[in-house]
């Protein structure tokens, strides 16, 4: 690496000038305090505010991440949806806890939700599915998710066979593919504040289903 970058990366500082977020604000529900957020995200015109960075880790505990888009937010958890024979996929078939984490830049607040994964029923997923673009539809059928492709020709022409084979009807949902449902634990809001002196408010739920938040140091 050239030193220049080195020195950009060592010495690049910015303040995180926000509001609070103090404990007096917070709401006792942290879905509930979750939709609050999205929804200043969504009115603030943020690119993708419903983009999330999964993590997941196969039976050997070795970690994978990626960005997916979070599709529903439910009273129970997050909903996405993926091709359950990919990384990630198999990743959750072997050890069924992710972290999904949402960045919002320009407002300087993170959200982390931590939780049991489990795959939502087939009608839901058919219902999302058939809501999805036709190309869209078409291509989870063309795609072996994570699997190696030797050259994108052999994709191409794979996709062509599966067009002509929906020609004239509705593309069905393919049933490797289908919808995931993080049932959340523990869910930590962060808002960047000024000289690192960050707010952190951590929600964890007991074994009845009962959620209590502690502040963190930054």
């Given amino acids: 690496m050239k030193e220049e970058l ?3 990366i060592q010495h ?3 303040q995180f000038l926000s509001m609070p977020f103090d404990e007096k604000d917070v709401l006792k529900n942290p879905i509930e305090q979750f939709n609050v957020w999205f929804e200043n995200a ?4 943020i690119q993708d505010p419903f983009a999330l ?3 997941t880790a196969n039976k050997a505990g070795v ?3 990626r960005v997916v888009y979070m599709r529903n937010v439910t009273d129970r958890g997050l909903v996405f949806f993926t091709n359950y024979n990919s990384r990630k996929g198999q990743d959750l078939l072997e050890n069924p806890i992710a972290c999904a984490n949402f960045y919002w830049e320009d407002l300087y607040r993170q959200v982390r939700f931590v939780g049991k994964v489990e795959r939502i029923s087939a009608a839901e997923s058919d219902a999302y599915f058939q809501s999805r673009p036709r190309e869209s539809q078409i291509g989870a059928w063309a795609s072996h998710q994570s699997e190696v492709l030797t050259n994108r020709e052999k994709l ?3 996709l062509g066979e599966i ?3 929906f020609e004239d009807r509705e593309v069905s949902r393919p049933d490797f593919w289908g919808g995931y449902l993080i049932i959340p634990f523990q869910i930590e809001f962060w808002q960047g504040r000024e000289n690192r002196l960050h707010d952190r408010i951590i929600y964890e739920r007991d074994s009845n289903g009962n959620w209590s938040f502690d502040r963190l140091f930054p």
């Fill in 163 to 165: 067009s002509k084979q």
């Fill in 42 to 45: 969504v009115d603030s015109h």
């Fill in 53 to 55: 960075t999964l993590a």
């Fill in 6 to 8: 080195k020195s950009y």
């Fill in 156 to 158: 191409l022409v794979r």
């Fill in 12 to 14: 690049n500082r910015r």
């Fill in 63 to 65: 970690p994978s991440a």
